[in-house]
């Protein structure tokens, strides 16, 4: 139990900090209603179990043995997060040069999209997760391990990310933090889109390094 604890631990640091998903959360829970944004967060979460049973499958090893495979995915994920992030950059600007107005009870919400696979491509658009599953996961993937610890862990961290994030959007979902989205919208578009891109070339430049 208390390795479980430990991992369960380490994995709660790790979610809140800076990256794509907790940044794409952040976004839409200002911005958007709560039922579009759990729909994403039903997505990232998805996009963990993946990667979680990756890692317990031992795809790591494979990623050890053809690095090519890890540099497909980093070019790739590095197109969506790119593609995102000037989807939100140019939206910003455009909002920002027309100047719009909204009233006190508006909220900015976009369009109609399929919001979990957008929450599911993000999260899967990082293949770093993988390395980070398989340190994290490092003590329950020894031979010593037992099976029964890595079902659990296939289970309990999905669900803690779906829990952790959705209270994560009930905090930036207030009243307060949509009037903030709704006067500085704009703005947060164009950082959001900005940090993207910056989240793009990070990954291109890993997989560079690599070759």
């Not at 963990?48 to 790591?60: D, K, S």
């Not at 890890?70 to 910003?92: D, E, H, N, T």
């Amino acid at each position: 139990m208390s390795l479980l604890f430990t991992i369960c631990s380490l994995h709660f640091v790790a979610q809140l900090s800076p990256g794509p998903d907790v940044l794409l959360i952040a976004k839409s829970a200002a911005s958007n209603t709560c039922r579009n944004t759990l729909q994403i967060i039903a997505g990232i979460s998805s996009g963990i179990v993946v990667w979680v049973v990756l890692t317990l499958l031992g795809f790591t090893v494979l990623v050890q043995q053809f690095p090519w495979i890890q540099q497909v995915l980093m070019l790739i994920g590095g197109l969506f997060l790119a593609k995102m992030g000037w989807g939100m950059l140019s939206g910003g600007w455009y909002s920002w040069q027309q100047r719009k107005q909204f009233d006190d009870t508006q909220v900015q919400i976009p369009a109609a999209k399929n919001y979990f696979l957008l929450g599911l491509f993000t999260n899967l658009s990082n293949p770093k997760t993988l390395i980070y599953f398989s340190s994290v996961f490092a003590l329950a993937l020894s031979s010593s391990a037992s099976a029964s610890l890595k079902a659990q862990l296939a289970v309990i961290i999905p669900i803690q990310t779906f829990v952790t994030f959705t209270l994560f959007m009930l905090l930036l979902s207030t009243p307060k933090m949509k009037k903030l989205y709704q006067r500085s919208g704009s703005y947060i578009d164009m950082v959001s889109g900005g940090l993207f891109l910056l989240f793009a070339v990070w990954l291109w430049l890993d997989a560079l390094r690599m070759f």
